[in-house]
Structure formats: structure tokens, C-alpha cells
């Protein structure tokens, strides 16, 4: 996966939380984008 395209997950994630208002959904994105997250910068780093 590109680095570019995970960036563009996590924003996507990002916003989607932003404007969803079911509470289970926010913190289904909230925890994808806290994984997208965590794997770029274990790929940026590593």
C-alpha cells in the first residue's frame, strides 16, 4: 500500500467519524484510524 493512499484512509476515517452520529460507528472508525495510523508510521519509521 502506498504511503500516500494510507493518508488518504486515515482522513477519510477521520472525517467520516466526524459525521456519523451513531456512537458504535465512531469508535469503529476512531480504532481504524488509530490502526492505519500506527502502520504509518511503522512504515515511515521502519
Do not use: E
Not at 500500500?1 to 477521520?14: D, E, P, R, V
Amino acid at each position: 500500500m502506498k504511503t500516500s493512499y494510507l493518508f488518504g484512509a486515515i482522513l477519510l476515517c477521520s472525517i467520516a467519524g466526524a459525521l456519523v452520529g451513531a456512537r458504535a460507528t465512531k469508535t469503529v472508525l476512531l480504532v481504524v484510524t488509530g490502526v492505519l495510523s500506527a502502520y504509518g508510521l511503522f512504515r515511515i519509521l521502519g
